[in-house]
């Protein structure tokens, strides 16, 4: 293992408490977390703490993106009784686009991860993240939009060009719509602008509901939309 990795992991066993003794019931609707965990405690982080580690893993990412080991057998025996992830990241299902790579090569047990084409967030997903949430404590969500994404072009060429697509393809962007539409007069990259606003208005409709809002309310959730530049390999946060 290289020594970046090796210092990286001490660091990251500061922020994962796993099982800290005593560590505070977070209530939801008179539900402790804990006691929907799987009977483990969830991540002590909060969600600024969390957010702040994901920042700095992205920082590495971009800084050494050289390819290092990872103790994964160790990783998957720790968790492998009980997971207690302390982000979730809704992100495009782009190949270009690995979550536990672009946020600082992330093992086993740390990131709770929905994919799909233009991250967009239907039922099953909303519910994958309520679950992150109320019943794994994971208290940071980011809806992960990236430039240059397929499923956004395809939306932005229904609106300028009335384009087709076979399948499902169609009413998988059909939620894309509204975002090309807003930022079609917008200068630079439609595409990325339409990026930008679709994952905005994902993480809006996510912090709406029921579930997360109160996580929100009493400051235990944290929601926050990001774009990642497939060039440069940086996370932006939109807000």
């Avoid at 009784?81 to 047990?109: K, M, N, Y």
Wanted: hydrophobic residues 45%.
């Amino acid at each position: 293992m290289c020594g970046i990795c090796s210092n990286e992991r001490v660091e990251r066993r500061k922020f994962l408490r796993f099982g800290v003794a005593g560590i505070a019931a977070l209530g939801l609707d008179g539900i402790s977390w804990q006691a929907r965990a799987a009977g483990g405690a969830p991540t002590g982080l909060s969600p600024g703490e969390a957010l702040a580690v994901l920042k700095a893993g992205n920082e590495r990412y971009v800084s050494h993106p050289e390819l290092c080991s990872i103790d994964l057998k160790e990783q998957r025996n720790a968790v492998a009784a009980h997971q207690a992830p302390w982000a979730t990241i809704i992100s495009c299902a782009d190949s270009r686009v690995p979550p536990e790579l672009i946020f600082g090569g992330h093992g086993v047990g740390e990131l709770f991860v929905a994919r799909n084409a233009g991250n967009l967030v239907d039922t099953a997903t909303l519910g994958t993240i309520q679950y992150g949430a109320a019943v794994l404590g994971s208290p940071l969500i980011v809806v992960l939009a990236h430039t240059g994404c397929g499923a956004v072009k395809a939306a932005c060429d229904v609106v300028s060009k009335n384009a087709t697509y076979p399948g499902a393809i169609g009413h998988m962007i059909e939620p894309i719509l509204p975002a090309a539409l807003a930022s079609r007069n917008s200068s630079g990259d439609w595409v990325n602008n339409a990026a930008r606003e679709s994952a905005r208005r994902t993480a809006k409709r996510v912090a709406a509901s029921k579930l997360v809002a109160a996580g929100i309310g009493g400051g235990k959730i944290k929601v926050t939309a990001a774009i990642y530049d497939l060039q440069t390999g940086v996370v932006s946060y939109l807000d």
